[in-house]
């Protein structure tokens, strides 16, 4: 079964359409050419689906790093 | 019922053309006596962008992606050509009609400020029905 990292990490080659991409907890928008303020909120709504979430709007703009993705996500998911 | 903001007026739609100048040419041709802008450059959004002036204060924006803008390249090659469309705040603060327009489900990803408006505040926002929304502080 695969975690959160490895799932969003699908997400990712899928929606930048960039099979390259290796995502690690510490990845942010400026190692990743693709991801910009456009193909955030694309990813952010692939993510909410795909995990059956929905981030607040504080924290679709203030996401740092795929590391605050994760922990986000995985509070999201364990809390419901 | 959500409290929606008032008084926003419409501006423009933003339609993305593969090559600018050539799209000037069939708009103007089409409808020769709509005013059209001076082309902006907007290196911050990788955009190069014409405002053509239909009736009063009614526009259409013609978008050329430059190199770089991957996202919105992807979005024209993808076939969605008409980008989003855009309201002035009617002399609102934009902070305060985003707050509003957040409260009633439309979703912020973007804040800027746009030489082709003089530098005002804007903002990018999708709808509940996941429309691009520009607002433009005005």
Known sequence: ?80 | MANYPQGLVYHHTGCVVKNLEQSIAHYKALLPEANLSKVYTIASQKVRLVFLELNAGVHLELIECMEGNISLSKLFNKGATFYHIAFTTGGQPLDEVISQLEKSGFRLFSKFQSEAFDNKPCAFLYSPEKHMIELIEH
């Not at chain 1, 969003?8 to 899928?14: A, D, T, V």
């Not at chain 1, 960039?18 to 942010?28: G, M, Q, R, S, V």
């Not at chain 1, 981030?55 to 999201?76: C, D, M």
């Open chain 1, 1 to 80: 079964m695969m975690n959160t990292l490895e799932k969003l990490n699908e997400i990712f080659i899928e929606e930048l359409e960039n099979p390259a991409i290796k995502l690690t907890e510490a990845t942010t928008a400026n190692d990743i050419e693709e991801w910009d303020s456009l193909a955030h909120i694309q990813l952010v709504f692939t993510i909410e689906k795909a995990f059956n979430i929905r981030f607040t709007n504080q924290e679709i703009t203030s996401f740092k790093s795929v590391g605050e993705l994760v922990k986000s996500i995985n509070n999201k998911v364990n809390n419901g």
